[in-house]
């Protein structure tokens, strides 16, 4: 099986990068696997491979396996690890091959490698891939960026494995060179919010509420079967259901509060600083699990730091409708601001992002995963240039009917010291968008007073600088 007969080669045979190349081969495309240690590669042929996957353990063989133009998909460690794949790739490559980093790579890098491959005659794929490792083996979210005339020598691939959402495979060809890693981090940015609105929606239920797990198992249950329907609200449900079988307790509660993250979340955070957009609501949720690791200082926070005075609450029908409005709510905002990054790098880098496509992509097979995406696709189908989602007409209804749910739990996480940082960049969110002054004319003035930094006037075109009197000694 080494005179080019091999539909595509996998780099990377860990959990992720042998379960895409297991879903490769099961799909009728012939797969070669190779990784950089032979362990690797032998623990995946003791699970039991599908036929058409064939394990080899010399590189040079591995690239003589491969159809020209050859295929190699890299699914290793993001940053120095695919450097060192594409030096060790690229003597053994010919003008007209593909590399595909199926990492989560910086999408910086991915321009820089696709733009130093070019000049070799080899085209580079930055593919974001999002679904975890049962993703990876069942269907994974896939999204592409590269060279569009090269896409179609790998697009029977990739969307023969991407997970299907109304019948269409979730894949499709993102844009130019980093654009596919782009999209995929901006998703895992909008994945930590929608999580940390999750993870609040059960500090408001719990301390607010008092309700115990099996009751918020149980109304999570219930969510997912209406709009907030998800993969992220199915899994939470399970989740508080779980006991523990040494202690018999509910299992969320035996696990230490502190949360890890890989950084793509943060990556996107500082990216919207760079590019102008507001993306408070992930920036909120980085801090969360940034703070969350603070074990220490918050175990002495705890005792030195005042408290609200407990209070009751009346929990009923309409205290946790309030609640599943708010989330409902709140989870719009996340996505405006998301793709209000996306919109900004479209426009910086001339990339040919489709935002309805994009939606579409994340229905099934991704963390992400939700019914409430079809609303995104249908948003942008009927106004391509939506200058925000919240301005379109179905989510500005859902905004204005539930925006009263929203400022009341906030309320409430404020008022019992609950804290609850992403609910509140959404309210803060949507009251500055509405807001006739934000107070930036005053920031203006203390600019141009300190630094003669100018300003505009209302009643006059232009910039103007103005001689500030000293009213008061300093």
Known sequence: MENGS???????????????????????FQVAGWN?????????????????????????????????????????????????????????LHKGDIILDGGNSFYGDTRRRHDMLAKKGICYFGVGVSGGEKGARKGPAIMPGGDRDAYESVRPILEGIAARAGGEPCCTYIGEDGAGHYVKMVHNGIEYADMQLIAET?????????????CISEIFHEWNGGELHSYLIGITADIFAEEDEKTGKAFVDIIVDR???????????????????????????????????LTEERAHAGTVMAAPAASEET??????????????????VAYAQGFSLYRAAKEAFGWSLDFGKIASIFRAGCIIQADFLQRITDAYEREPNLKNLMFDAFFLSSINRNEGSLRRIVQLGVQHGVPIPAFSAAMQY?????????????IQAQRDYFGAHTFERMDQAGSFHHTWQEHYEK
């Open 430 to 442: 949507i009251d500055a968008f509405r807001s006739p002054q934000l107070g930036a004319n005053l």
């Open 6 to 28: 091999m539909d595509i080669g996998v780099i990377g045979m860990g959990v992720m990068g042998s379960n895409l190349a297991f879903n490769m081969a099961e799909h009728g």
């Open 315 to 332: 929990v009923d029908e309409d205290f946790i409708e309030a609640v599943r409005r708010s989330l409902y709510t709140a989870k719009i």
């Open 202 to 214: 059960y500090l408001i239920l719990k301390h607010v509420g008092r309700l115990s797990n099996k």
């Open 259 to 293: 949360a890890g993250q890989k950084g793509t979340g943060r990556w996107t955070s500082i990216e919207a600083l760079t590019r102008g957009v507001d993306l408070s609501m992930i920036s909120a949720a980085c801090n969360a699990r940034v703070l969350s690791n």
């Open 36 to 92: 950089r240690t032979n362990d690797m590669t032998e623990a995946a042929e003791k699970r039991n491979p599908p036929a058409n996957f064939h394990a080899f353990y010399d590189l040079e063989k591995f690239i003589g396996s491969l159809k020209k133009p050859r295929r190699v998909f890299v699914m290793i460690a993001a940053g120095a690890p695919v450097d060192w794949a594409i030096d060790t790739l690229v003597p053994l």
